[in-house]
């Protein structure tokens, strides 16, 4: 029980401010994202005083089973979002 009350402790602070914050049109954003046989993540973020703060988050199990895939290719990928429209 106390593991998943830190869990749920750590994922509440993980999601208000000054962690998340709202997006600032005007600014560039950062994308970084996770591929994996088992799921996919995704963080889009924006530098502010410095710091990479959290806009949104997304994650999403992966349906199929991977050993039925033909080619597979895990990894990282991170990039900057340098126009300020979306």
Do not use: N
Request: charged share 25%; hydrophobic share 35%.
């Amino acid at each position: 029980m106390e593991a998943e009350r830190g869990f749920l402790d750590l994922k509440s602070q993980l999601a208000t401010q000054p962690i998340l914050k709202p997006p600032d049109f005007s600014q560039s954003f950062l994308l970084v994202v996770d591929a994996f046989a088992v799921a996919t993540g995704a963080v889009l973020l924006q530098e502010v005083d410095g710091i990479e703060h959290p806009i949104c988050y997304y994650s999403k199990k992966t349906r199929w089973p991977p050993e039925k895939l033909l080619h597979r290719r895990e990894g990282s990928l991170r990039t900057d979002c340098g126009s300020p429209y979306l």
